[in-house]
């Protein structure tokens, strides 16, 4: 969401078609003084000729940036998913206590603490660019392993939130959201070429070629709202943050015993998009456990925060998040994962995920999405290479998967920015029918036509913000004071940073996001991996599939309900009620839509 527009002066739906006037409140100026008149009369209603406000000036980023038109519904969820929200939660009651009932090597586990039905069980899932954006801001000393580190200590550690809190409540896990890449890129790789039994979303459908991303919910809700032809080709695959959301939420509730809603779930991020995907209806316990299809029901993520609000959110407890301790928290003052074959998965020696994919610069700094399926496809064909063109700018590449024989075997390609985003989904457009009686209906150039190489687009992978994750809405910025402060540039206390000293910065954040692979004790954890976590001659990438398939069907198992509605969602199209008889007021509405949102609120 713009940090230019306010939550609070939203209409309920403003359609692509109509102008954008509304005029920004403010506060009415004074009015001059008047020479002639010693008393101006106003009627009851009437408004100053000299206080009217100016349109305001709402540019298409501003526009886009709140995923194309934020709903009154959704400005109240963007509302409650705060670090307030956060703090509030922690101070609401003392949390719940998971305690070990048997030997090292029992697996027993019970909670303590249910008595009160506002106690939580507290776990939090943090991405790679959260981590790499607080890099940057801490200096080039700090890599990305460190700042998740310093992370973990904020959130779990003795001088973390517990300290300032009411209750001393802190977070029982902390986890990385690459564990749920990881199984994304597989699936999405297999969704991609039409591989797997599981290769449908929760109600059934499956994505037509060409495959666009899905793990952007800028560009998802863009999608639903403005564009709906293109949602059949969205990839059904659900985005890192929601996989991971599913799999805490049910395998904690299954193994405990516990309701999903006594388990509280926040997500960090890099983007304010992230916020209304962990509002989708499609997105909660109704899928999993209900009777899998949207609707009411606890949400898989009941809160995210970005980079920024993790400062804000030290700000509020009175820590100095820059001098949090580096260092990993003792395996004795840590809970055991309640499920052994998850907890290898989700926390592996160390951080040997975000080492595989990402360590590679051209795999980007969104999840790697398009890169790992081109690699999938290139191991399947020995003496294959991988071309790329870049297109009409920098954010706008096409990559084809060639055979050694010099044939084209797979197309993909890369479209970052609603700029580019427009001119895709022009594309993809169905064609119109004449209405000249007799005339042919023209098609519509398909996007990837067959005038390069013979071979359509298979896959593209979309984002909504130009450079990718690492530039989300929500990440430090290099006009953020905590920059200015700390120097990080090294400019002038006077100098305004300008383009330049953004692409620097965005350049050091990148810097700190591939900094995942420069870590001690490489070779004994990859090692590790791959004797412990299956791998062995189907490793792509750094991943295994077998593993990550294996992995999915012991979830599956484990809590009874099909890896379809477990990894796999829906979309659907949003309409405006743009001059629509509405039945209830604003006020009524914005009561009945914030009612939906259940979960932790």
């Known amino acids: 969401m713009s940090a230019i527009l306010s939550a609070d002066d939203l209409n309920d739906f403003i359609s692509p078609g109509v102008a954008c006037i509304k005029p920004v409140e403010t506060l009415p100026a004074a009015p001059p003084p008047s020479e002639n008149l010693e008393h101006e009369v106003i009627l009851d209603g009437q408004q100053p000729a000299n206080g009217t406000n100016a349109p305001a000036q709402i540019s298409l980023t501003d526009c886009l940036a709140c995923s194309g038109c934020v709903t009154s519904a959704e400005a109240v969820l963007v509302s409650l998913q705060s670090h307030s929200e956060l703090l509030s939660v922690l101070d609401q009651a003392p949390g719940l206590r998971i305690a070990q009932r048997g030997g090292d090597g029992d697996r027993r586990f019970g909670v303590e603490g249910l008595e009160n039905p506002d106690s939580k069980l507290f776990v939090a899932s943090v991405s790679p660019q959260t981590r790499a954006s607080l890099a940057a801001a801490a200096g080039r000393d700090v890599s990305e392993r460190d700042a998740g580190r310093m992370i973990s200590q904020l959130l779990m550690g003795a001088d973390g939130v517990r300290a300032g809190g009411k209750w001393n409540n802190a977070f029982t896990w902390v986890v990385d959201t690459n564990a749920a890449r990881e199984a994304c890129l597989v699936l999405g790789a297999e969704e991609a070429l039409g591989d797997g039994d599981n290769n449908s979303s929760s109600d059934g459908g499956a994505a037509k070629k060409p495959i666009l991303s899905s793990s952007c919910p800028g560009w998802v809700c863009y999608a639903e709202k403005t564009h709906p032809h293109v949602l059949p080709h969205i990839s059904r695959v659900k985005s890192p943050q929601a996989l991971m959301g599913t799999l805490l939420k049910t395998s904690l509730s299954r193994t405990l015993g516990i309701a999903p809603d006594r388990i509280w779930h926040l997500a960090v991020m890099p983007c304010f998009d992230k916020k209304l995907e962990a509002s989708r209806e499609e997105l909660t316990d109704s899928v999993w456990n209900g009777d899998g299809q949207p609707g009411r029901g606890v949400r898989d993520v009941d809160c995210v925060i970005t980079s920024k609000e993790i400062l804000m959110l030290t700000e509020s407890r009175n820590i100095d998040f820059f ?102 989904v022009r594309r993809l457009k169905p064609a119109r029918p004449s209405r000249m009686p007799g005339a042919a209906t023209r098609a519509r150039k398909p996007a990837g036509s067959k005038s390069a190489g013979g071979v359509e687009y298979a896959y593209v992978e979309v984002m909504a913000c130009p450079g990718g994750c690492t530039n989300g809405g929500g990440q430090i910025k290099v006009d953020d004071p905590v920059v200015a402060d700390r120097n990080i540039l090294g400019l002038e206390s006077s100098s305004k940073p300008g383009p330049q000293e953004q692409k620097q910065w965005l350049a050091q954040v990148d810097e700190a996001y591939f900094s995942a692979s420069d870590s001690e004790d490489d070779s004994d954890e990859r090692n590790f991996s791959m004797a412990e976590n299956g791998g062995g001659s189907d490793v792509v990438g750094g991943i295994s599939p077998s593993y990550i398939r294996d992995t999915l069907a012991h979830w599956a198992s484990m809590t009874g309900v099909d890896i379809g509605r477990l990894a796999y969602t829906s979309y659907r199209e949003v309409v405006s009620d743009v001059g629509k008889d509405k039945t209830a007021n604003s006020t009524e509405r914005v009561v009945q839509l914030a009612g939906k949102i259940g979960g932790g609120w």
């Open 323 to 424: 001098s949090l301790p580096k260092s990993i928290i003792p395996a004795s003052l840590q809970t055991p994962f309640p499920d052994p074959t998850l907890q290898r998965f989700l926390f592996p020696p160390s951080t040997r995920r975000s080492r595989t994919s990402q360590s590679d610069p051209l795999a980007g700094t969104s999840g790697g999405n398009l890169y790992y399926t081109l690699q999938h496809v290139a191991a399947r064909h020995p003496g294959s290479r991988i071309d790329t063109v870049r297109g009409r700018n920098a954010d706008v590449v096409e990559y084809t998967v060639t055979s050694a024989a010099g044939e084209p075997i797979f197309r993909a390609a890369r479209y970052y920015g609603f700029r580019n985003i427009q001119n895709l």
